[in-house]
């Protein structure tokens, strides 16, 4: 299991007022020295944290993964192929969102990504992971399409309302990884964790491998430093 620190919110940042810091290419300069695995980043069609220059300065400063998390639309398939990241993560993208709401509806998508997305990727040596909530079905046509890696959405989980809501969504996403790996995929897992709930996911989900977190994790490091809570949430992860 290892962490990649998703670094779009130190973009947010230095949007807000146009200035050139905080820079996130320093910030994951920072996590990688600390012991994170790798970095993340999404490049929204509309650029509202990441640009593309940010893209091609990641690429050449972050040593370890470099997971590019994207819209499959021909543009950002056009500028991964150039970039040639480690790891590309396929999510749905909605222009009034916050964030990405939810994972992929495969029955919608498997069409076009069939046709279009997988054999843009191909040869490319580009390992694909697909954003999916845990539903057997989008698994299972995960699986046909020859994905190789699932990120499992956690965002129900990390956001559940009660209790029972959030035990029955870990068994969900237990079960999920449970399909995955049996079908020889790798999981990965990311959306709304932190250091509260991290420890639980950890403990109840099998498989885990690569996981991605991003606003609780720049959130806290404003008031601990980035290195501190990378180490936290590496100590955790290393725990598990
Ligand atoms: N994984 C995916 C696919 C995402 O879209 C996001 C949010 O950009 C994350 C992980 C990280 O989520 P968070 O910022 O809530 O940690």
Redesign the pocket.
């Known amino acids: 299991m290892q962490l990649l620190v998703?670094i779009?919110?130190v973009a947010t940042l230095r949007n807000a007022r146009g200035e050139g810091y905080p820079d996130p290419i320093e910030a994951a300069k920072v996590c990688e020295d600390a012991g994170a695995a790798g970095i993340?980043f999404?490049l929204r069609s509309d650029r509202r944290h990441i640009i593309d220059d940010d893209v091609y300065r990641l690429k050449k400063s972050v040593i370890g993964i470099l997971d590019f998390?994207m819209a499959a639309t021909d543009e950002m398939i056009r500028i991964c192929r150039e970039v040639k990241p480690h790891l590309c993560?396929l999510?749905p993208e909605g222009r009034e969102e916050l964030?990405?709401e939810g994972g992929l509806n495969m029955e919608l998508v498997k069409e076009d990504y069939e046709k279009r997305v997988f054999p843009a990727f191909k040869d490319t040596g580009i390992e694909i992971s697909l954003?999916l909530d845990p539903n057997p079905r989008d698994i299972e046509l995960a699986h046909k399409l020859g994905t190789d890696t699932i990120?499992l959405?956690t965002?129900t989980f990390?956001n559940a309302p009660s209790e029972q809501a959030q035990k029955k969504e870990l068994e969900r996403l237990r079960h999920g990884a449970e399909l995955i790996h049996q079908a020889g995929m790798k999981v990965n897992a990311?959306?709304?964790?932190n250091l509260e709930n991290l420890p639980l996911l950890i403990r109840e989900v099998p498989y885990l491998e690569d996981i991605?977190?991003?606003?609780?994790?720049v959130s806290k490091s404003l008031y601990w430093g980035l290195e501190k809570t990378v180490k936290e949430y590496l100590k955790i992860m290393n725990a598990g």
């Open positions: 998703n779009d919110h993340v999404h998390e993560t999510v964030t990405t954003f990120e959405h965002g990390a990311g959306h709304g964790l991605s977190i991003g606003h609780a994790l």
